[in-house]
């Protein structure tokens, strides 16, 4: 009874937190008025990474195969460092609102929209994922049914998002990103001092759990190649990251809170890691993606349960009302004005009755409740497949020449790929590219050459005109250079 009591406690608290922020304008619901600090920035920054990828999903990796589960997180790490150092201060430069305004910026209207549409119908699968995440929290610690704990999750996150926007989503990410670590060591703990200690040592866990950074069923493909790709590039160039960025001060303030979050996701990443490995020699037989809510279950005891439990409830929450309040934004701003401009005023509005509508669509796709991690990388292959590219294209347009219409194929080609890719085992992809050309992807690409292979169309697109533009070249003037010799 005193853990409900906790747990309800805290959902009211992220209510009331979203409630005083409700009366705010355009500029304060979209990027906070610009005015955040580093910290600020970092923290709300890390409590966006850690939502349920890298909380259940880790903890369930870690329980099924031991420490190298942490790379789901350090490769996101990995790949804030360059973002820190090549690119936080130039996308805050772009005064833009969203990932979307950097791309029409450079390329126009038409690159915009579809690049909208994509990010708005991949991030309802990310929202979904957390929204399963908090559903199987609550279902596995209360013994709740999973479709009202889903709801329960729904409706509270999206009703706080909708009432304060970015606002009250920095404001509750500070004490979100609070909660969560500090649920997770105690967790930790109780975890380390019910005996696992002694089973971690006495063979009480599978050959390979304890290995890193590979294992025989892990290995340096996954670590070099499929994450990085796959899962790294989403935080090199994604919306929710980006949200972050214009939201602070200034590019100076932006570069330091994404290094600074990079660093503080490494040891974050080992500890959760280490929780699953931990839930493996003390509760073996389970479900992985249950090694979270059995553990507190099992080791914390009646009042703790309750802090433990709303600090992951508070890390699975922060990410996904990040991801709602930038897709809301991005339909408003990138898709609807496009078409009707209603002013600041009107595009205001329609954000916030998005953020309605995206967390029920998102409330629907969770209901199907399909794992977290699949959800999660089905997402992450459509957006890395049609954006990541031409949005890293458009932010060195100054370097980097690309036409708008090799921007549009390149997200068409890229991001329908990537879809294709993912239909019942990329059955109509294989069909085209023949067993000779799968052989071939395989051989050179490795076994998740699907999901590789949009990110490779979509840069062979962008880069192919300034290739055949300096190979004409090159054979003009190779040509001039043969009739001038004639002419001799």
């Known amino acids: 009874m005193l853990d409900s009591v906790v747990v309800a406690f805290y959902f009211a608290f992220m209510l009331f937190l979203g409630w005083r922020s409700r009366r705010q304008d355009a500029q304060s619901y979209w990027v906070a008025k610009r005015s955040y600090s580093t910290p600020r920035i970092a923290m709300s920054l890390v409590a966006t990474v850690f939502g349920a990828s890298s909380t259940m999903g880790i903890i369930g990796m870690g329980y099924q195969r031991g420490l190298t589960a942490a790379w789901w997180a350090l ?17 805050r430069r772009q005064k833009a609102m969203t990932l979307p305004d950097i791309l029409r910026e450079a390329y126009g209207d038409r690159v915009s929209v579809l690049a909208g549409i994509m990010i708005a119908i991949a991030w309802c699968g990310v929202i979904a994922a957390q929204i ?10 209360f013994g709740m049914d999973m479709g009202l704990a889903i709801a329960g999750v729904a409706v509270v996150f999206t009703i706080y998002t909708f009432w ?29 001092s019910g005996g696992n200690s002694f089973q971690l040592g006495a063979g009480g866990l599978p050959e390979g759990h304890l290995d890193f950074p590979v294992t025989k069923t892990f290995g340096w493909y996954e670590v070099m190649i499929f994450y990085p790709l796959i899962v790294g590039f989403p935080y090199l160039v994604g919306p929710d990251i980006y949200s972050r960025i214009f939201c602070a001060k200034d590019g100076l303030t932006a570069r330091k809170a994404v290094f600074a979050s990079a660093l503080v996701i490494v040891p974050i990443a080992f500890l959760l890691a280490f929780f699953g490995v931990m839930a493996r020699a003390a509760l073996p037989g389970i479900a992985p993606e249950a090694a979270l809510p059995q553990a507190i279950s099992s080791f914390v005891p009646v009042g703790l349960k309750g802090i433990i439990l709303a600090g992951f409830l508070a890390a699975v929450m922060s990410s996904a009302d990040t991801c709602l309040i930038s897709a809301s934004t991005i339909i408003s701003l990138n898709v609807v004005r496009p078409f009707k401009d209603l002013g600041e005023e009107g595009h205001y509005r ?17 209901s199907r409740q399909a794992g977290i991690i699949a959800s999660l990388l089905l997402a992450y292959s459509v957006f890395v497949g049609g954006v990541v590219f031409p949005t890293l294209c458009a932010l060195f347009k100054d370097r980097i020449r690309v036409s708008s219409t090799a921007a549009l194929f390149s997200i068409i080609a890229g991001g329908g790929l990537a879809l294709l890719g993912k239909f019942e085992g990329g059955i109509i992809v294989k069909i085209f590219i023949t067993e000779h050309g799968q052989a071939l992807l395989q051989s050179t ?9 949009p990110l490779i169309v979509s840069a062979a697109i962008l880069g192919g005109r300034p290739l055949l533009l300096q190979i004409s070249n090159r054979s003009q003037k190779k040509h001039t250079g043969i009739e001038n010799n004639l002419s001799f």
């Open 164 to 192: 304060g926007g970015q606002l009250s989503v920095i404001r509750t990410d500070f004490w979100q990103l609070f909660l969560f670590i500090g649920g997770l060591i105690v967790a930790l703990g109780f975890l380390w």
């Open 350 to 366: 329609i954000t916030r009755v998005l953020v309605l509508v995206l967390g029920v669509i998102s409330w629907l796709i969770a």
């Open 132 to 141: 399963i995440a908090g559903g199987r929290l609550i279902s596995g610690f």
């Open 445 to 453: 690409f490795g076994p998740q050459y699907l999901a590789i292979l």
């Open 75 to 91: 490769i996101g790490g990995m790949a804030l460092i360059p973002c820190a150092f090549f690119l936080a201060e130039r996308i």
